[in-house]
């Protein structure tokens, strides 16, 4: 952590040089000195270190300097940073101003010019002042924060990806600058700045405005391009099945990339207990399981990339992959592991507030928002009924929106239980949401129950909707075979009347999860007839690198 700061001002240059130079002899080595020739500009210095989360522990300003004088400067920096020690440096007539201020203005010490010897006049009072200040002080925090408003969909979509990459941050609310003296000043100090939200502060001083998850995560240091132009394995998605191709692909010896468009975890990333996979008998959170398998796949030397796929095409033995910004890279097998994403709810009002009180998925980061909140969970399936089971730890009330009957039918029976079992939660049946209300954020659903044909309207302040997936694989089109919804087909599936897929020329068939183009494998949910689940995923990714083995021991 940096060294905190000791400031000194002072108009007089000689002054200043002696006080800087007395300051830094005796703690030098545990603080920061600095100085500032004009009350103005310290209070500007002042305000950017408060930007950076720098810490100061003193404030050490001449009475006498023109426009400002000591104690208006202190009070104003006292605003700045309220723990800082302040102390005055006045001349013997001012002896009697520095001790009313003392008394009116909340100030610490006054010392006498000269300090000489500063070892009898100096130290002894300021180590006095230092350590009193160590003994309160609670250090400023000093990683990322984000600084934006509750209801943004680009502040949402920025802390939902760093949450999700495991980046650390704190999260300030412009909204409650009225209220809140700290964000009040933060906004301050930003100047015109303060209206480029979502922005992002870094501990090194520097800030991002307007921003967006793809320059954040240059910035934070997430690779965004591959490091070289070949790879032995390159793999789409980094979901379960995608890290558990990549861990056991890296583990013997190939040299892999994995290309990760969110972040690394996928679906089960979103999920906020998954209680059946084996080897967990308490569960473990998607989160947990991700940020595992990702410290594995790293430590096995997988390149990981934030970038989307955008195209492959073959060229003889090569794969290439084309990423969404331009730029290409070549391998001799790819994988894709692009799961399934959301299908969206048709209804009025909900595109336009997405990000803004609707969520598709899981939205963990939005939980602890919904505190004292009315929640509405639309789907009936074990997504929607984790999500519930999380949401109620925080908000006041959680309903879940079924279509059907009850949850029987679509959901594990000890989800059903840990529901029936949780107060906060109630299952509205037979409902489907027909419209979403508010300007700026959801403020009401209305919400059609299908038995009656009635619709009603009710305070909502999220809905979070899980109503089933598709894989989005357009981009593979006209190179890897897709069935009618888009799932991709591998191995027996290619067989039509008992004839291998058009095209394919190798005497072999194609291996169990192998696509119609050698070399290029398909795992996970984004399969044709796959299991939906984070085992079978897990075990799909790792089966294949034995298939890539031999695909490889006779790729020319
Ligand atoms: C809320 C929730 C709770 C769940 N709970 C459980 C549970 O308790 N137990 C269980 O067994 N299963 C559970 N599941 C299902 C399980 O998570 C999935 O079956 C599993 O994650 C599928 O893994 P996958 O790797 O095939 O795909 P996914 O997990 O979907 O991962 C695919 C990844 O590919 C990325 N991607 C997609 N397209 C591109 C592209 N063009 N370029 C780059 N990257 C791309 C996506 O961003 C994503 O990260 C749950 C799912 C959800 C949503």
Redesign the pocket.
Do not use: C, H
């Given at each position: 952590m940096a060294k905190p700061i000791l400031l000194s001002v002072d108009d007089d240059a000689d002054v200043l040089r002696a006080i800087e130079r007395d300051l830094r002899s005796q703690y030098g080595a545990d603080y920061r000195v600095l100085g500032s020739s004009s009350p103005e500009g310290a209070l500007d210095l002042l305000k950017q270190l408060n930007l950076r989360s720098d810490n100061v522990a003193l404030l050490l300003a001449d009475q006498r300097m023109p426009r400002i004088d000591g104690v208006h400067f202190l009070q104003e920096a006292m605003r700045i940073y309220p723990d800082a020690k302040r102390a005055l440096l006045t001349a013997y007539a001012d002896t009697t101003a520095a001790i009313g201020a003392i008394n009116q203005a909340s100030i610490h010490y006054f010392f006498m010019k000269p300090w000489d010897p500063p070892a009898e006049h100096l130290y002894p009072q300021l180590d006095d002042l230092l350590e009193d200040w160590q003994a309160s002080h609670h250090p400023a925090y000093s990683g990322i924060r984000v600084l934006g408003t509750r209801w943004s969909p680009r502040s949402y979509e920025l802390r939902d990806f760093l949450a999700r990459n495991h980046v650390p941050y704190q999260w300030i609310d412009a909204e409650i600058s009225a209220t809140d003296a700290e964000t009040k000043l933060l906004l301050e100090s930003l100047g015109p700045d303060a209206t480029s939200l979502p922005i992002v502060l870094f501990p090194d001083g520097t800030k991002l405005l307007e921003t967006t998850p793809a320059q954040v995560a240059d910035k934070v240091g997430l690779r965004t391009r591959a490091q070289t132009s070949f790879y032995d394995l390159a793999i789409?998605?980094?979901?379960?099945?995608?890290?558990a191709a990549a861990v056991y692909g890296a583990s013997e010896g190939l040299h892999t990339v994995m290309?990760?468009?969110?972040?690394?975890?996928?679906?089960?990333?979103?999920?906020?207990?998954?209680?059946?996979?084996l080897g967990f008998p308490a569960g473990l959170s998607?989160g947990d399981l991700a940020r595992r398998a990702v410290v594995q796949a790293q430590r096995f030397g997988v390149e990981i990339i934030a970038?989307?796929?955008?195209g492959i095409r073959t060229e003889g033995p090569y794969r290439i992959l084309k990423l969404a910004d331009g730029s290409e890279f070549s391998c001799h097998a790819l994988m894709i592991?692009?799961?399934?994403?959301w299908r969206r709810l048709d209804a009025p009002g909900i595109d336009r507030l997405q990000g803004a009180g609707v969520y598709y998925?899981?939205g963990t980061t939005e939980a602890i928002s919904c505190a004292g909140e009315n929640v509405y969970v639309v789907g009936g399936a074990?997504?929607a009924g984790?999500?519930a089971m999380n949401f109620a730890k925080y908000a006041e009330k959680v309903v879940i929106l079924v279509r059907g009957s009850s949850l029987s039918s679509t959901m594990s029976q000890y989800l059903i239980d840990q529901i029936k079992e949780t107060p906060k939660i109630s299952v509205w049946a037979h409902a489907s949401v027909s419209e979403v209300h508010g300007e700026t954020h959801i403020e009401e659903i209305s919400v059609l129950c299908t038995d009656t044909g009635k619709i009603e309207r009710v305070p909502a302040s999220a809905v979070f909707i899980?109503i089933g997936?598709l894989p989005?694989t357009d981009?593979l089109a006209g190179v890897v075979e897709r069935d009618e919804r888009g799932f991709l087909l591998t191995g027996p599936d290619l067989f039509a009347d008992g004839q291998r897929p058009k095209g394919w020329t190798l005497e072999r068939d194609p291996y169990l999860l192998e696509t119609n183009v050698p070399g290029i494998f398909a795992?996970?949910?984004?399969r044709h007839g796959?299991v939906?689940?984070?085992?079978?995923?897990v075990g799909e990714?790792s089966v294949a690198v034995q298939f890539i083995h031999q695909y490889l021991s006779k790729v020319q």
């Open positions: 789409i998605g980094g979901g379960p099945a995608g890290l290309v990760e468009r969110e972040a690394p975890g996928g679906q089960a990333g979103m999920s906020s207990r998954i209680e059946n996979y998607g970038a989307e796929a955008s592991a692009t799961g399934v994403q998925g899981g074990n997504s984790q999500a899980f997936a989005q981009w795992v996970g949910d984004v796959s939906k689940r984070v085992a079978s995923g990714g």
